[in-house]
């Protein structure tokens, strides 16, 4: 039985960050599929970019899996938020909607100590938000504020919220990072956005040897393609996003959420600094 078979994808543009009711199909982050097992139950989490996406998802299945979730989203996405928070809700669990922009050291900051006064503790953090702009012209077409866009997202933010939600993550936490199949892979349009994804498999690597005395669990997710409001924003063709991969097909969000379940639960308890690929099929080393 196919869970998700390939859809027609309609060519379709959208102004960044862009909004899940936009799009065509819409996608699936586990609403009607998702079951939990108390595998998180009572933990605390905070997950960047948890508005839409693949964090709408992460946030979905920590709450049912018993999780409390904070999350940040930026402010043109207030709508998308709601409706993870009311998802959250529906689990019986709390959320704490952030906005905030994390390229902002100040932001990051405000954001952990949001999710700290509400929740006490941060028991995992993922990082998950980013910013990836195609540039089928090549670097000559990649400006520098583009540039700095995109490494202040995924570098900076996630070195900023690593650093400062420490303090708050116990022995026995778990941080999540999300790198990509563009950190082994890279396009030639995603030229600097597949360098910050191999940045952040070092980083996460680096990070969990660095941690490892004080029992705190440091691993990645390398999605594929997946089908999320950036691909209609930042893409110039989506008719044939996700064909590259052997599954000839994207991945919908929920297909995303139980790698970082696993990596944020107990069943993970040994492992740590490894970069779990959910590729559609794609090898990686």
């Known amino acids: 039985m196919k869970q998700h078979p390939q859809p027609e994808f309609p060519q379709q543009d959208q102004r960044h960050p862009g909004e899940t ?39 979905l299945a920590f709450a049912r899996e ?41 932001e990051c900051r405000r954001l952990v100590d949001r999710a700290v006064d ?33 490494m202040r ?15 708050h993550i116990p022995e026995g936490g778990s941080i999540i990072n999300t790198t990509s199949v563009q950190a082994y ?16 498999v070092t980083f996460t690597q680096g990070l969990a040897g660095n941690l490892a005395e004080r029992g705190i669990r440091v691993n990645a997710v390398a999605p594929g393609p997946v089908w999320t409001p950036l691909i209609p924003a930042t893409l110039p063709d989506t008719s044939t996003f996700g064909q590259q991969s052997p599954l000839n097909r994207p991945a919908q969000p929920a297909e995303m959420a139980p790698a970082y379940v696993f990596l944020a639960s107990q069943q993970a308890s040994y492992i740590t600094a490894e970069i779990l690929n ?6 990686l080393p």
């Open 21 to 59: 009711d936009a799009m065509e199909p819409r996608p699936d982050h586990g609403e009607d599929s998702y079951r939990g097992h108390g595998l998180l139950r009572d933990r605390h989490s905070l997950i960047t970019g948890g508005d839409s996406g693949i964090g709408r998802a992460v946030a």
């Open 66 to 106: 018993g999780a409390d979730v904070a999350f940040s989203y930026l402010p043109e996405e207030e709508k998308d938020a709601q409706e993870t928070a009311r998802l959250v809700e529906e689990a019986g669990r709390r959320a704490v909607p952030v906005a905030c922009d994390i390229r902002e050291e100040a």
């Open 118 to 150: 509400a929740l006490g503790s941060i028991d995992i953090l993922v990082n998950n938000a980013a910013f990836q702009m195609s540039q089928p012209e090549g670097l000559e077409a990649i400006s520098t504020e583009q540039f700095d866009r995109v």
């Open 153 to 167: 997202t995924n570098l900076y933010g996630m070195f900023w919220l690593c650093k400062m939600s420490l303090p």
């Open 185 to 200: 892979k890279p396009s030639a349009h995603l030229l600097d956005y597949a360098t910050s994804k191999g940045a952040i």
């Open 278 to 283: 959910a590729t559609g099929g794609t090898p």
